[in-house]
């Protein structure tokens, strides 16, 4: 698990700092687009690798089907690679030429006093918004922009995955339990099938990250474009990632409640008699509240009396 923490923090912080987000984006597209070549070619399928390529990328294949059966795995990557990273490098100048003349309308119009604003961007599917800085945005005709497309959309499907993938690790943990019974080494399975798991996160991860990458473009209308708001300063805002508690740790949470909530329970209350103690073959003067009836009797006689609430000990 520690090792599987490790891999995805240093995405994440790749993705905050930019510096090395395009080594991680290019590693991507590499394993990706080596995925989707070996198990079409074992499987002998050019149908389905055209069809992985459009769906994923959005583009036609620029292998042709003679080349897909006679050329081996790594021609054929090598080709898709370089195709697919020109075609991407195309994707991003296209983008920029295009929000340019959005981003100067904003930019210069007096009205507007924004620093930052927010951009939104769509592959089709879903929008996701982008917060960027104005001015740098107009000085680097939308490179910044880009950059922090980038940025954002990784960091965004980023922890998505991370999260459901905690969740599948904890009911992972539950499950291997009943392996015991089956006479097999619950900590081997959990070790194979966590493996297994983070192994389909990743490449799901970097199908999701990819496809938006190279799909997502941004709306040509000014009106869709806001300042992004300032977040208030004086709110107490959580400095840390939320991290999903495991089994373990979540019984351990709810023995404490259970020990909470029982000690709770077991507090001693002070009982306050409204009848006061008097030996049952005592002869005790009851009177009735309402008629102002007396009577003489023994007092396990007049205990139901007593309790039905109309009838009280008579105090001399």
């Known amino acids: 698990m520690n090792s599987q923490r490790t891999i995805i923090y240093t995405l994440r912080k790749n993705a905050l700092k930019g510096e090395k987000l395009k080594i991680d984006i290019s590693n991507m597209l590499f394993d990706t687009l080596e995925e989707i070549v070996v198990s079409n070619k074992d499987a002998?399928?050019?149908k389905s690798f055209e069809f992985d390529?459009?769906?994923n990328f959005s583009v036609t294949s620029p292998i042709s089907e003679e080349d897909f059966n006679n050329k081996d795995d790594s021609?054929?990557?090598d080709i898709l690679y370089k195709n697919l990273s020109d075609y991407y490098e195309r994707k991003k100048d296209q983008n920029k030429e295009l929000a340019f003349p959005v981003i100067r309308n904003v930019f210069e119009n007096k009205g507007n006093n924004y620093k930052r604003i927010v951009v939104p961007?769509?592959?089709g599917a879903k929008v996701i918004n982008i917060s960027?800085?104005?001015k740098?945005?107009?000085?680097?005709k939308c490179k910044s922009l880009i950059d922090d497309f980038e940025k954002n959309i990784s960091l965004a499907i980023i922890d998505d995955k991370w999260k459901v993938h905690l969740k599948k690790m904890d009911e992972l943990k539950q499950s291997v339990q009943l392996a015991v019974h089956e006479q097999k080494d619950p900590l081997l399975i959990y070790k194979f099938e966590a493996y297994e798991l983070f192994k389909n996160m990743i490449v799901d991860l970097n199908k999701e990250l990819l496809s938006f990458l190279f799909k997502g473009s941004l709306p040509n209308n000014e009106n869709n474009i806001k300042e992004a708001t300032q977040p208030n300063k004086n709110r107490n805002y959580q400095t840390s990632k939320d991290e999903t508690l495991n089994t373990d740790e979540m019984a351990q949470k709810a023995r404490q409640v259970g020990a909470?909530?029982?000690q709770s329970s077991q507090?001693?209350?002070?009982?306050?008699r409204d009848i006061p103690k008097i030996g049952r073959n005592e002869i005790v003067e009851i009177k009735n509240t309402n008629s102002g009836e007396v009577r003489k009797l023994k007092f396990k006689k007049a205990i139901n009396l007593l309790e039905s609430g109309e009838w009280i000990v008579n105090s001399k």
């Open 132 to 134: 960027t800085d104005l």
């Open 75 to 77: 021609e054929i990557l």
């Open 53 to 55: 390529l459009i769906t």
């Open 136 to 140: 740098e945005s107009f000085e680097s």
């Open 121 to 123: 961007f769509t592959d």
């Open 267 to 272: 507090k001693v209350e002070t009982i306050i």
């Open 260 to 262: 909470s909530a029982s």
């Open 44 to 46: 002998n399928d050019y």
